[in-house]
């Protein structure tokens, strides 16, 4: 077995998926285990693990409410601290939240820098607040 040993990590990819051929877990590695890191984050909901209670970002409290600057800062606030808590091998630089041309559909924009390479990376993030969906 051919052993990936990043400095950023390496883990399953999500969603987990295994080779056909090897009958192996696909695995992920460098940037890319950040990125599914943080879809990972984002999208699951505090209490969902049973081992890891806190783990998460309570998004769905923002569910099916009215877009105002209120929310767009609770949201702001929401994803900072799960970041902050969940994901150490980043720092948060900005977290821009637009109205999209899609009624109920908010994009989240994380622009992050890796520590131990100081590079800058951006991720967009749908939020959909009518249909409790997350993609």
């Given amino acids: 077995m051919e052993e990936n040993r990043s400095f950023l990590g390496?883990?399953?990819?999500?969603?987990?998926?295994?080779?056909?051929?090897?009958?192996?877990?696909?695995?992920?590695?460098?940037?890319?285990?950040?990125?599914?890191?943080?879809e990972i984050i984002l999208s699951t909901r505090?209490?969902?693990?049973?081992?890891?209670?806190?783990?998460?970002?309570?998004?769905s409290q923002f569910l099916f409410e009215e877009i105002t600057q209120g929310l767009i800062t609770g949201i702001r606030g929401t994803i900072s601290d799960a970041l902050l808590n969940h994901e150490h091998r980043i720092d948060v630089e900005e977290i821009n939240i637009e109205d999209s041309e899609i009624d109920g559909l908010l994009l989240i924009s994380i622009t992050y820098t890796v520590r131990v390479t100081n590079s800058r990376f951006n991720l967009v993030y749908p939020f959909y607040l009518n249909e409790a969906q997350t993609v």
């Fill in 10 to 38: 390496t883990g399953w990819s999500f969603p987990p998926t295994f080779n056909r051929d090897t009958g192996r877990v696909e695995m992920v590695s460098d940037h890319e285990d950040i990125v599914q890191s943080l």
């Fill in 46 to 59: 505090p209490g969902e693990r049973i081992m890891q209670p806190d783990f998460g970002c309570e998004l």
